[in-house]
């Protein structure tokens, strides 16, 4: 007598679905939607003001967005920002390394040097730099702890003009904080690779400029470009030594006509424009300086938008789209092969 029964065989596995298959429920951010429903209605009353206030007064914008005076102001705005950030960076790469080194003495006044212009507010130092000619009517070369000049003499109040007063100030100013940046990146490195490389026998100049320095950058890198922008924005305190920077030029027009709103919102929007470009520049080099630290890079924002548009019109996955490049991998060998085979050739 055969008898049946719904019991499968020892060692079968019964694969038939669950009756009662379970319901999962995805977790509702009730919090993240309130601050983003928030923060999209503040978004939208600033943008209605913007179109509804005629206290705004956007012809009166667009009469001097590009005006004449404001343009050289601009200029000389970005003029400054520029000699003033590399003589800062390389002056705080020497302090950096002055710090590091074994010397006690060049540690000892890098140190100081940082501690004084940290110290000191940026406006006092301009001030005093524009009015050294009352502490030192001339300067030159001479007999040490003496003001017998014999070779060469100038005259102070001529030498400093608004101009040198207003990129030494800003140059020292940055050199200190740039210094600490740069120290602060170099320690960064993992002295493990450090010593790799001295056993490798990679010569100590092409040991920093091509194994340290490289891994440095990319911790040095956000807080230099930040450092930058905020000079950009910072040059405008050297309106003190009446030096016609952007904001100092819509500061003389505003008083002239009294229109005030409309003429710092030009200068709002100049030093808008050009930290935008600062930050979309500090992102792609970022992402060249990461390459040896992910396989794949992320997307760019034009690679993402590229390959949502190709989506929608159906053409391939949009994982599938776009160019992240070739996969890369982090190790020592990277950094070390190449000093090594530069050195070899």
Known sequence: MTVVTDTPPVGVVNREPRAA???VVPLRHWWR???SAIAVFLLAQLVWTFFSNPQWRWPVFAEYFFN????RGLWLTLWLTAVSAVIGFVLGGVLALARLSGSALLSSFAWGFIWFFRSVPLVVQLVIWFNLGYLFPTLGIGWPFSYDFWVVEFDTVRL???SVAAILGLSLHQAAYSAEIIRGGLLSVDQGQIEAAKALGIPRSRRFFRIVLP???RAILPNAFNEVIGLLKGTSVVFIVALPELFYTVQVIYNRNQQVVPLLLVAAVWYTIFTTVLSVA?????RRFSRGTARELP???LQRLRRTVRAWRGDRDPAQ???PGPARTTSLSAHTVAALNTSAH
């Open 160 to 162: 400093l003009s608004s």
């Open 282 to 286: 500090q992102y792609y080099i970022e």
């Open 321 to 323: 789209l776009g160019d």
């Open 33 to 35: 939607w309130t601050f």
């Open 21 to 23: 298959a379970e319901h």
């Open 299 to 301: 997307p760019t924002p």
């Open 215 to 217: 891994q440095a950058a």
């Open 68 to 71: 004449d005076a404001v343009l």
